[in-house]
């Protein structure tokens, strides 16, 4: 059955399973990506979003937390790992002392870096199946 604009429910569930397919795509080649530099797809996550915010280079537990939709008890312990393998280092915040800075060491820029670089290729794939699906969206 066609709607107000024209999308039958097949293109929906069309577009729909390609967003889907495209998205896992997307993932699994993140997660094979960042087990080729040597971390996890997690500790991969955390490099990029230290530096997801705008007029600094660093983020807070609880912003980590956020941004990972994590427990703050579960991103200290991933901080842990990733302080232990070289990739950051925890600050105490200047502002506020309750507050700690996740900030990333030379190891760390440059593993993010390199998994950047390979993720903008893959985002022009997603891109387009997001695109698609958001034109049928009914």
Not at 31 to 53: K, N, P, S, V
Not at 78 to 94: D, F
Not at 95 to 122: M, N, Y
Request: aromatic content about 6%; glycine content about 6%; proline content about 1%.
């Amino acid at each position: 059955m066609a709607d107000r604009k024209g999308a039958t429910d097949k293109q929906r569930y069309e577009a729909l399973s390609d967003f889907r397919y495209q998205l896992r795509r997307f993932l699994r080649f993140s997660e094979d990506a960042a087990r080729a530099e040597g971390i996890t797809a997690l500790q991969y996550q955390l490099l990029l979003h230290t530096q997801g915010f705008a007029g600094r280079e660093w983020a807070t537990i609880g912003e980590l937390a956020d941004c990972l939709q994590a427990q703050p008890h579960g991103v200290v312990a991933l901080v842990t790992r990733c302080e232990e393998a070289g990739l950051v280092e925890r600050r105490a915040s200047a502002t506020d002392r309750r507050q700690v800075e996740v900030h990333l060491l030379p190891a760390g820029r440059q593993k993010l870096a390199r998994l950047a670089a390979l993720h903008a290729e893959q985002l022009t794939t997603l891109n387009e199946a997001v695109r698609i699906a958001a034109k049928i969206r009914g």
